[in-house]
Nanobody, 124 residues
Framework: QVQLVESGGGLVHTGGSLRLACTAS????????MAWYRQAPGDQRELVAN???????NYADSVKGRATISRDNAKNTLSLEMNNLKPEDTSVYYCYADVTFYSDYGNPYGVDYWGKGTLVTVST
């Protein structure tokens, strides 16, 4: 089992900045892609940014230029820094990890894990 725990949410004023962090713990063979998703009330969960184990990152158009995702493979941590925050960034932010395990026969299989989320509120 793998647990993902987010931290760093809270109340931020428009134009402000924040840094979210996620720590993965448990029996981890290999973490592939990690990502931040967000979900506002009444909306579907959407991708904010993801990063491969090699460090290649992708960003949603809505945060491109304002967000930086990074990870520390040795520590199994993920972070998201966002600046110039807007009210529409208000959401619950979720950490995601694609983890590879190996069967008793050595066959790899992947499992998706999610954190419980951290609320970010951007006030006007």
């Amino acid at each position: 089992q793998v647990q993902l725990v987010e931290s760093g949410g809270g109340l931020v004023h428009t134009g402000g900045s924040l840094r979210l962090a996620c720590t993965a713990s448990g029996t981890i063979s290999r973490i592939n892609t990690m990502a931040w998703y967000r979900q506002a009330p009444g909306d579907q969960r959407e991708l904010v940014a993801n990063v491969t184990s090699g460090g290649s990152a992708n960003y949603a158009d809505s945060v491109k230029g304002r967000a930086t995702i990074s990870r520390d493979n040795a520590k199994n941590t993920l972070s998201l820094e966002m600046n110039n925050l807007k009210p529409e960034d208000t959401s619950v932010y979720y950490c995601y990890a694609d983890v590879t395990f190996y069967s008793d026969y050595g066959n790899p299989y992947g499992v998706d894990y999610w954190g419980k989320g951290t609320l970010v509120t951007v006030s006007t």
